[in-house]
């Protein structure tokens, strides 16, 4: 079965550049979750869309964008990167409102290492 | 907004124990309580979850049982093997965004 596909899977940046991690959710899943994980931490809810409306927000920085297309995938813009944002960012995917199902499924992920 | 605590944060046993992970949430309208198995650099997989209106699931040797009045949820895998080492999360949702707990890393000798 089709999964949730993230690009790229690796990503190394400097300091104050910006960077666009992309995610394609599994096919008819109308909703997007974006996560951010560091090293040894839970994943962090930054924000997700459902019908390419943002939908719920977290604990995204202002420096952070996010935004849902009309073939629902979805990217995140990061700019003015940090040292902190070093982290695996894991885009999910669900349909609650077709299937009833609110089982979210994990991308593999993108590592950022900012240097 | 929901807050989720996780207990133990490591657990260690030996093949053939079994092993109890427990969370508590504090929104009483969250009605959805999954259970992720995260591998070192992996993403996190869904290996069972729980609505507000069941008390108890059990998938072979996973089972999730949860007590909505006092607000815990807890995972019971048994006969546990070397392959069930992994850090696992609980979390807790109401239709949508996961608030997870902070993981319990499960090393299972042999």
């Known amino acids: 079965a089709a999964g949730v596909i993230q690009s790229p899977r690796h990503l190394i940046k400097e300091k104050r550049e910006t960077a666009t991690l992309k995610c394609y959710p599994i096919p008819r899943h109308d909703t997007v979750y974006w996560y951010q994980q560091g090293p040894g931490q839970d994943p962090q809810f930054l924000i997700s869309f459902y019908e390419k409306m943002q939908s719920d927000k977290g604990s995204i920085p202002d420096r952070f964008s996010a935004q849902q297309f009309s073939d629902y995938h979805s990217e995140l813009n990061m700019s003015s990167l940090e040292l902190g944002d070093s982290a695996l960012y894991f885009c999910a995917s669900s349909s609650p409102a077709r299937t009833f199902e609110e089982t979210q499924y994990f991308g593999p992920g993108t590592r950022l290492l900012v240097l | 907004g929901e807050n989720v605590e996780q207990h133990p944060s490591t657990l260690s046993v030996q093949e053939g124990d079994s092993a109890v992970i427990k969370c508590t949430y504090s929104?009483?309208?969250?009605?959805?309580f999954p259970w992720y198995k995260q591998e070192l650099g992996k993403r996190p997989q869904l290996i069972i979850d729980i609505r507000s209106n069941v008390g108890e699931k059990k998938d072979q040797r996973i089972a999730v049982t949860l007590n909505k009045t006092a607000k815990h949820f807890s995972l019971h895998i048994t006969e546990t093997q070397p392959e069930d080492s992994a850090v696992y999360f609980c979390?807790?949702?109401?239709?949508?965004?996961?608030?997870f707990g902070k993981g319990t890393m499960l090393l299972v000798s042999p």
């Open positions: 929104d009483s309208a969250s009605n959805y």
């Open positions: 979390a807790a949702s109401q239709y949508s965004t996961l608030t």
